[in-house]
């Protein structure tokens, strides 16, 4: 359970490095931390690239949709999906299904179907 502790040592040792950050480095360390249940952390990590012009792409915005849909943080979910469609990044369906199980669990189904809708 301790893995993405363990994950955001090392990026925090990165961060004190000399070496700098991509977006390989962000997306593993939101990653890690979805999967730990650490939703906050993941989400501090994706505004923290913003803040350090780090360019987020599709698996930045799967990894962050996904550690919100674990905790069942239908809004937040929601709120990732329409910054990726704000930006120029790839969509996928990985996002889509991560917001709409989000909304799922949080008993938001008009919000799940208002997203399935936009999708046809």
Do not use: H, Y
């Amino acid at each position: 359970g301790g893995e993405w502790e363990k994950a955001l040592q090392l990026f925090s040792m990165l961060a004190q490095s000399q070496l700098e950050l991509d977006t390989i480095g962000f997306n593993a360390s939101i990653s890690a931390c979805g999967k730990g249940g650490e939703w906050k952390e993941a989400l501090q990590l994706f505004s923290l690239m913003a803040c350090r012009q780090v360019e987020w792409n599709t698996i930045t915005f799967n990894s962050a949709a996904s550690a919100c849909e674990k905790a069942g943080e239908w809004a937040i979910a929601l709120q990732l999906v329409a910054v990726m469609l704000s930006v120029v990044v790839e969509s996928n369906m990985f996002t889509f299904n991560a917001a709409i199980s989000a909304c799922e669990k949080g008993e938001e189904w008009e919000k799940a179907l208002q997203l399935v809708g936009g999708l046809a």
